[in-house]
């Protein structure tokens, strides 16, 4: 089953998160208010299907094969990710008081991810899954959650803590917390890190996470938009 993994995006969209999909003669995309993602089944011959996007969001990702696009659109940049699976549950044990975000935290949970992690996380991302955090003095300091889902796999996601708290364990708490979660529900718990970022890997690495494959993100941006 994890075959699907090869093609996450379009296997999300095809599953569980279909009600948020946008659906093209040859691609599936997220709907922008949600996540910044797209992805196509058999071949990269979608330069219409990516115009058609575009007109929606100015700045969005491809995930996978590379994409064939029109003149109108500019690769910005490749995110080359490692994607990560776990196969057995983590027994690390919290030092913090963990919490299920409610709508009441929206502002505080955009705002955080955004400013460690920013342009992934969109205002309706929240809706995607559950997603957790640790308060420092009535602060939110750190949180992670889940964002893409098949039937039986759910991703790990927006793994964060503000710059002024790192070091303190609240990312690993929180990650095996929400595996753990997931992992509960018999359902496969990926999740998808940039292959530069040595600590976060390690940290993965540590609660059980092992490497899959290598995963890119093809950062496309409009030609005429004059906001990047």
């Known amino acids: 089953m994890t075959g699907k993994l090869d093609n996450p995006v379009w296997h999300c969209l095809l599953e569980t998160n279909q009600t948020i999909a946008i659906v093209y003669e040859g691609a599936r995309f997220y709907h922008p208010d949600y996540c910044p993602f797209g992805a196509f089944k058999t071949n990269n011959a979608i330069p219409k299907e990516i115009d058609e996007y575009a007109s929606l969001t100015e700045n969005f990702y491809i995930v996978g094969e590379k994409p064939r696009y029109s003149d109108k659109i500019i690769l910005k940049n490749e995110l080359v990710c490692l994607q990560m699976i776990a196969d057995c549950q983590s027994d690390i044990e919290p030092k913090n008081e963990i919490l299920r975000l409610n709508s009441e935290y929206d502002e505080e949970l955009f705002n955080l991810v955004n400013l460690v992690q920013p342009g992934f996380f969109r205002r309706k991302t929240v809706l995607m899954g559950e997603y957790y955090g640790i308060f420092v003095d009535g602060e939110l300091v750190a949180v992670t959650g889940e964002r893409m889902k098949m039937i039986d796999h759910t991703e790990v996601s927006a793994v964060v803590t503000h710059p002024n708290f790192t070091g303190r364990g609240f990312a690993k708490q929180l990650t095996a917390h929400t595996m753990n979660k997931i992992m509960n529900e018999n359902k496969n718990a990926y999740l998808h890190v940039n292959e530069k ?32």
């Open 197 to 228: 970022n040595v600590a976060a890997i390690k940290l993965y690495e540590s609660l059980g996470f092992k490497t899959r494959r290598k995963m890119s993100f093809w950062n496309l941006v409009c030609k005429f938009t004059t906001e990047w």
